[in-house]
């Protein structure tokens, strides 16, 4: 299984972003995707999470100008990063919880991660 991110570069303070990340290889079904970020010197933090169902977990400082979304026919998991700032400068990366079988456990999948930089 492999999740590939991509969407990231530079946009200026005020700009918008999409961030996109597909999982592929076997997979049975995906329970929860999410997406992170880590700043230099940082811990790394949920930025916002969504269930196979649609229910949505928000950071307070990405509220109300982040979206995320999922395309379940697509396993793929969006971020809309609107009115950015520089303190949201970081590597992004997306996750999911995967079963790859019927059989199997559900197992924690990380993506390469996606350079955000805000800056004028």
């Known amino acids: 299984v492999q999740l590939q991110a991509s969407g990231g570069g530079l946009v200026q303070p005020g700009g918008s972003l999409r961030l996109s990340c597909a999982a592929s290889?076997?997979?049975?079904?995906?329970?929860?995707m999410g997406w992170y970020r880590q700043a230099p010197g940082k811990q790394r933090e949920l930025v916002a999470s969504?269930?196979?169902?649609?229910?949505?977990n928000y950071a307070d400082s990405t509220k109300g100008r982040f979206t995320i979304s999922r395309d379940n026919a697509k396993n793929t998991v969006y971020l809309q990063m609107n009115s950015l700032k520089p303190e949201d400068t970081a590597v992004y990366f997306c996750?999911?919880?995967?079963?790859?079988?019927?059989?199997?456990?559900?197992?924690?999948?990380w993506g390469q991660g996606t350079q955000v930089t805000v800056s004028s």
């Open positions: 969504i269930t196979s169902s649609g229910n949505t």
């Open positions: 996750a999911a919880v995967i079963r790859r079988t019927v059989v199997s456990r559900t197992e924690n999948y």
């Open positions: 290889g076997s997979i049975f079904s995906i329970n929860a």
